[in-house]
């Protein structure tokens, strides 16, 4: 069975940086288009930024653009989003996802991914 686990939230001072990591198992990794979403209480979860199995990146959403990078390591069954210069408006629940078919492409809707971590909180303190 496929599991997600992400890592590396916590409570930042406007500013910083914190890297989010995300390993899954149960698939070939390196086959398999991964995501990260982020959701705030009473809004709908949105995408943040995706990597294709190939390495082709989408970021959804100007607010992170210039600020937010993903990538992944093959090797180690892992992903990253790496957030430099955080706002408190990216204060949220962030979720890795991974499609549910290998070669998938990559998608900024929630319902497109089937497999899911149980997110880790950023707050950014103003």
């Known amino acids: 069975q496929v599991q997600v686990v992400e890592s590396g939230g916590g409570l930042v001072q406007a500013g910083g940086s914190l890297r989010l990591s995300c390993t899954a198992s149960?698939?070939?990794?390196?086959?398999?288009?991964l995501a990260w979403f982020r959701q705030v209480p009473g809004k709908e979860r949105e995408g943040v930024s995706c990597?294709?199995?190939?390495?082709?990146?989408?970021y959804y959403g100007d607010s992170v653009k210039g600020r937010f990078t993903i990538s992944r390591d093959n090797a180690k069954n892992t992903l990253y989003l790496q957030m430099n210069s955080l706002k408190p408006e990216d204060t949220a629940m962030y979720y890795c996802?991974?499609?549910?078919?290998?070669?998938?492409?990559?998608?900024?809707?929630?319902?497109?991914?089937?497999?899911w971590g149980q997110g880790t909180q950023v707050t950014v303190s103003s």
């Open positions: 149960g698939l070939t990794f390196n086959a398999y288009t």
């Open positions: 996802a991974s499609r549910g078919n290998a070669i998938g492409s990559c998608s900024g809707a929630s319902g497109a991914y089937n497999y």
């Open positions: 990597i294709r199995w190939n390495g082709e990146v989408t």
